[in-house]
């Protein structure tokens, strides 16, 4: 069980997703990207912060959500994964939010694809759900599926 | 204060920083002595590193005292005694007396004149107790009572507060004691203004008098801040950080640039105009940290060189030339390993064994010599020996039995050609392996390291005189020059070093003149079909933009040995491009190597162009690429038409001059030239260009030139960057025709023969002839005489 009890939550439809705050490291709006020809479709692009250039993971695409609607613009959530910075594209923040551990709950097994690897585990808030997503796992976008192209 | 070596600088600024340590250690052994070992091991190699240097530099005093402590730490390591407060007190009175000699030698090269027998013959006593001290009871108190005293004494002899300014003035005989006398009790009464200020208000002085005093207080300041204080160590990564911050502090002042216009707020405007200087300063400030004398790989090679003369019996000289020549410390490490290489061979197989040299008539001892220097963008290095130079046609031979390159290629190589062949894989000359090289693993892996720098090597070698290898790398590995192009919404940028041409595209034929082969666009440039790359049918899956009209230029680009085209929707600018690496969610995709920040902040990919290549199936894999090929290429190349300029030489003789190595065609007056030494030379575009009459530099043209007309024919053309002037009887014709090398119709000077329009011409090897009749540009006799 994580013995973080903060969560940033975001936003991916209908959805509520949380990071561990330790694990995030900053919040920014929409940030212009260029795409990556040839990348699996899970990489939405690259921006830049502040001299860096940080990739961005489509979390819909990664999590075999529907796309987004175009004309909405993501907001990205920078978190820190073994493999440096990322940013996760998402439709919006929320807030931090303090959760007990005894709301926490496992993932039931039904649920099934990507989503399954990628969530830890389920806060039981009031009148919603926040999944708990693993920042490490998510950033980590299986070298087999570069094969495509 | 004296000045001091840059040994003895460095000795002090180490010693400083180790002393601290040190006094750490010590404590924390007294206060757990059995958890001692690795703190015990650390103290000793300090204090070994101290005496050893010490008595290198000859400090004498400081090593005696050194010695002793050293005596005694070697049997603490070894378990024979065991940490008291006695001893810790005694080492720690060596640390003091080392650091008041240490303060002293600072301060005026010197050891200073204290006495430290008793320290010694304390330290002695616990060593061996057996040898008596004087009075066993009192040694007990004396070293505690002793160390005050010494640092004390080291306290005191901290350097005096700095000169006041009005004290600087009155020495200056500007204004007397008295003025200052009242200028200081002005401010005791409440006057918040420094003397200076006041003085000057009172017209007793002007203010450049105050500015020199000034700078002559803060001089003295600095000289007293030690040289301890004055360097401090950084993590390598922290100037990355600050590398980073600042580049992106460039990009944001460069946004704000663009906002401010003649209408803007004349505030701003200023304010903008600061902030500008600052950053390019800081800039440039931050570059020079992490920019390193080549010095500091260099400094290793005399020793290297020296150890290995000794083992090959030879006796070798060196010489640097440059060793202040700053790079990037990334460059430094990265050419380490490569030069070493070089030297071990020079060393081992350039210069001949003394009796071999001897009966060549040179002088016994070897002669290496590295030089460095910065030229356009790039650092230079050549490593030059005077050694027995390398035999092509052995490296033919060589070649041949070790079944690198076919018989046929090799007979058609010339001399430049069959130099290049050990940077080959496999290669190796030496006629014996020794072990310090021969092995055949080598100046394959120098050029690769190299290259992968961004950098090249070259090699020219002369038999009997000498080999040169020329060595040109970038100043920084994180800027190089890039082609910016767009494809669709993206923006890629080209490394410089892929690019080859860029060649606008023949609208009025059909397709824009690419042809097609099964499904496979190639393009004939010159005569020679180049396969075609749509980047973004490449990338993005695009229906290719052939046939649409759209395509006007092809970006001309080599990967290992092979061209290829790239079409591209437009070109946008040759920029200076900083690379970044790609995440590692991003490093398996082959067409990229990195990505780059664009002006304006946006991000942009640069291509991998080898990996490319690869991708779209122009170049095969990685080890399919071979000398063969190679070979082939140069076999086409052949056989290729060349845009040749033909020229008489003499009367009859018709010679061709491939016309991509001239540079222009002049008339020259006969009056104009003149002699200087032994050559002809004109004055040429501010210069002083030597002619050479073609008659002369190449053999068997019989019938020299006994007339000469008024106007002079001359063919210009580039020479290690300067021009030279060869003097023709007359320009003929610019013809396109291949020319067939046959080996018979080789000789010094012409490279084969060819048919034009009926009549048999010769192709002027013009490298070769440069070479051989201006060796070095130092030779150039006009620069002599400039000189």
């Known amino acids: ?149 | 204060m004296a000045e001091l070596d840059d040994i003895v600088r460095e000795f002090l600024v180490e010693t400083h920083e180790n002393l601290g340590t040190l006094e750490q250690d010590l404590v924390r052994l007294e206060e757990n002595p059995n958890d001692a070992k690795e703190s015990l091991a650390r103290i000793f190699r300090t204090v070994h590193t101290v005496k050893g240097t010490c008595g290198f530099l000859g400090f004498s005093k400081l090593e005696s005292v050194t010695h002793v402590g050293e005596n005694l730490l070697s049997l603490l390591r070894d378990g024979k005694l065991s940490v008291s407060g006695e001893i810790t007190t005694a080492l720690l009175s060596l640390v003091d007396a080392i650091r008041e000699m240490l303060t002293s030698v600072e301060a005026s090269g010197e050891e200073g004149s204290g006495d430290y027998s008793q320290l010694v013959q304390e330290l002695a006593r616990l060593v061996d107790p057996s040898r008596s001290a004087p009075k066993p009871t009192r040694s007990l108190q004396s070293p505690p009572a002793a160390v005050p005293t010494a640092s004390r004494e080291v306290g005191q002899r901290d350097p005096a507060p700095p000169p006041q300014i009005g004290e600087l003035l009155v020495q200056g005989g500007l204004i007397t004691r008295t003025e200052v006398q009242d200028v200081l009790e002005l401010q005791n009464a409440g006057d918040p203004r420094h003397v200076g200020e006041i003085l000057v208000e009172q017209g007793k002085v002007a203010p450049e008098d105050v500015v020199d005093a000034l700078n002559l207080q803060k001089k003295t300041k600095a000289q007293n801040g030690g040289l301890a204080d004055t360097t401090i160590r950084v993590e390598v990564s922290q100037l990355d950080k600050l590398m980073n911050l600042v580049g992106e502090l460039v990009l944001a002042r460069n946004q704000i640039l663009q906002f401010v216009g003649p209408d803007t707020d004349a505030a701003l405007q200023t304010t903008t105009q600061r902030l500008n200087l600052v950053t390019t300063e800081l800039q440039a400030g931050v570059m020079k940290t992490r920019m390193q004398p080549i010095d500091t790989v260099w400094s290793k090679f005399p020793r290297v060189i020296r150890d290995l003369a000794r083992s090959c019996k030879k006796r070798i000289r060196v010489e640097m030339e440059g060793r202040d020549t700053e790079l990037d410390k990334t460059i430094i490490e990265a050419i380490k390993d490569p030069l070493t290489h070089i030297v071990r061979n020079a060393v081992d197989h350039g210069i001949e064994s003394p009796e071999k040299r001897e009966a060549a008539g040179k002088p016994v001892e070897g002669y290496l010599r590295l030089k460095a220097f910065h030229e356009g963008g790039h650092v230079n290095i050549e490593i030059s020996d005077d050694g027995g130079g390398i035999d092509p046609e052995k490296l033919r031979r060589n070649a041949h039995e070790k079944g690198l390159v076919s018989a046929a290629i090799l007979a058609r190589m010339s001399e430049r050609e069959l130099l290049g062949l050990i940077f080959m894989p496999g290669f190796s000359t030496a006629e014996k392996v020794t072990n310090v090289s021969g092995r055949g693993v080598g100046m394959d892996v120098v050029k690769t390291n190299i290259e992968r720098i961004g950098g090249s090597v070259d090699i020219s070698s002369r038999l009997g005189e000498g080999t040169t290898l020329h060595i040109k790398i970038p100043l920084t590995l994180a800027i190089i020059p890039a082609l910016v192009v767009a494809s669709g919404q993206e923006r890629f940028a080209i490394p410089q070093v892929s690019l080859v041409e860029l060649v606008r595209m023949d609208l009025d034929k059909p397709d824009c003149g690419i042809e097609d082969i099964g499904g496979v666009p190639v393009y004939r440039l010159r005569g020679n079909l180049l396969p075609i790359v749509d980047l973004s049918k490449e990338l993005f899956g695009r229906k290719s933009i052939i046939g649409e009209g759209a395509v006007t230029t092809i970006v001309v680009l080599q990967a290992d040995e092979r061209q290829f085209g790239m079409l591209v929707e437009q070109i946008l600018d040759t920029e200076e491009i900083v690379v970044k690496p790609l995440a590692k969610q991003l490093k398996n995709i082959p067409a990229f190597s990195g990505a780059t920040i664009m002006g304006d902040g946006s991000v942009a990919l640069i291509l991998d162009i080898l990996g490319l290549a690869q991708k779209a199936s122009v170049i095969g894999a990685r080890r399919d690429r071979s000398l063969g090929d190679r070979g082939k290429q140069n076999q086409s190349a052949d056989e290729k038409p060349e845009s040749l300029l033909l020229v008489r030489a003499g009367e009859r003789q018709t010679l061709a001059i491939p016309l991509r190595l001239v540079a222009r065609l002049e008339e020259v007056p006969r009056t104009l030239v003149e002699r200087a030494g032994a050559s002809n030379v004109v004055q040429y575009r501010g210069q002083i260009m030597p002619l050479f009459y073609l008659s002369d530099v190449i053999s068997e043209i019989s019938d020299a030139h006994t007339e000469l007309p008024e106007m002079l024919s001359v063919v210009v053309f580039d020479h290690r960057g300067r021009s030279v002037g060869l003097v023709v009887a007359a320009i003929v014709d610019i013809v396109d025709e291949a020319i067939k090398r046959h080996s018979t119709a080789r000789r010094p000077g012409i490279l084969g023969s060819a048919v034009v329009h009926g009549q048999v011409v010769e192709l002027v090897d013009l490298p070769g002839v440069m070479e051989r009749i201006l060796p070095h540009t130092d030779s150039l006799v006009p620069q002599a005489l400039v000189a």
């Open chain 1, 1 to 149: 069980m994580p013995e973080e009890n903060q969560y940033c939550t975001f936003h991916l439809g209908n959805f509520i997703f949380g990071v561990g705050v330790r694990e995030v490291q900053e919040v920014i709006r929409y940030q212009q990207m260029t795409q990556v020809p040839l990348a699996p479709a899970t990489v939405g692009g690259l921006i830049n912060l502040r001299g860096q250039i940080v990739t961005a993971i489509d979390l819909r695409e990664r999590l075999g959500m529907p796309a987004r609607d175009p004309k909405a613009l993501p907001m990205n959530v920078v978190v820190c994964s073994e493999d440096g910075a990322v940013s996760l594209l998402v439709d919006e923040i929320g807030d931090v939010i303090h959760v007990s551990s005894s709301q926490f709950e496992m993932v039931p097994d039904t649920l099934v694809g990507p989503a399954r690897e990628l969530i830890t585990g389920v806060y039981k808030l009031e009148g919603k759900l926040l999944l708990v997503l693993d920042v490490n796992k998510t950033a980590n976008i299986d070298p087999e599926t570069l094969k495509v192209a």
